[in-house]
Each structure stands twice: as C-alpha cells, then as structure tokens.
C-alpha cells in the first residue's frame, strides 16, 4: 500500500472523532501499515469563504498539506454526524483543498469512510452524501464504510477486545488489501 492519511473530519477540539482517528491510527501500527495523521482543526482558522475560492492563489497555510495530500493514495476518512450529514467545516475544508488541484488530490484515490454519531446509525446519511461528493471527484471508494453508531458510549468504555474494535480492525486489513 501506498502512503495513507487518517483524516479527522471535524474542527471539535477533544472530540469522538479525535479519539476514533487515534484508534484507527492505533489499528494502522498494529497492523504495520504506514500512514500519517491529519485533523481539519489544523487549518480550520484559515478557512474563510472569501479566501478558499480564489482561483489565483492557495490560502498559503495549505499549500504544505495539499502537496502531501496530492502525493498519497489512500485515505481514511472519519467524519462526525452534525445534523444529519457531516460538518460544515469538513466540506469547507474539502473546497479549500481541492478547488485548485481536484483530479491532483482525489481522482483515483481510494477512500474509506468512518462515520460515528451517538444515535443508532453511525452517520449513515453524512457518509452517503461523501460518498457522492468523492464520486463525483473521481475518487474509488471502498465498498465496506465503517460504522460507529452510540459513539460517545462506546468510546468511553474503550476496550481493545470489544466487538466494534475488532471489526474495525478487520475493516483496515481489508482496506490495506484494496
């Protein structure tokens, strides 16, 4: 596999999807797959609707992750429910970066996606509106998404044997397989 990069799809400081892109990230050593990790909340004060859709320049503090973005293969996405679909910032974040260099970034590219949310699905709708948005950049989406429904409670209660550890784990095998 190609280098791959865990992306948390929120700007939450301490949140559950932190801690779920730590697991994964985790999971990845375990498993010796190479990788690095990137959290929207890095950038997310320089996103700006007037800044991220000027076609002459890059908002500069991007300039660093696009080019290490545009040089990987795969990426993890774990992306947070809000209202339904997934955060405001995240698809800000997605403009900025790509509005430049698109094809460059995702065409390509395969993806898999974790979703979580408190509720019973896991983020469902959010990752089926990312999934149709990547698609439509050209991206090659893993069949298997991965779903953590009731986060916050199963988060808190963090054991490495639980049932949803294990069938992430799996799902990272099979991804790096993909």
């Known amino acids: 596999m190609d280098s791959l990069y865990i992306i948390c799809g929120t700007n ?37 609707q007037e800044a991220i859709y000027d076609r002459v320049k890059l ?5 660093p992750i696009r080019e290490s973005l545009i040089r990987t293969q795969y990426f ?16 800000l974040w997605i403009d900025a970066i790509s509005i430049h260099k698109r094809n460059e970034l995702f065409a390509g590219k395969k993806i898999l996606f974790v979703g979580l949310a408190d509720g019973q699905f896991g983020n469902m709708r959010g990752i089926d509106h990312l999934i149709a948005i990547f698609r439509y950049m050209g991206s090659i989406i893993f069949p298997k998404t991965f779903y953590l429904p009731q986060c916050s409670a199963q988060l808190s209660s963090y054991n490495h044997e ?14 790096h397989e993909f």
């Open 59 to 63: 908002i500069p503090e991007l300039i």
């Open 12 to 48: 939450r400081p301490n949140s559950n999807s932190s801690k779920l892109s730590s697991i994964v990230s985790a999971l990845c050593n375990e498993l010796n797959i190479d990788h690095q990790e990137y959290s929207v909340n890095e950038h997310s004060q320089f996103l700006s």
């Open 76 to 91: 993890i996405f774990v992306v947070p429910e809000y209202n339904g679909s997934f955060s405001g910032i995240f698809k």
């Open 162 to 175: 639980a049932e949803w550890v294990l069938r992430l784990k799996n799902t990272l095998k099979e991804f």
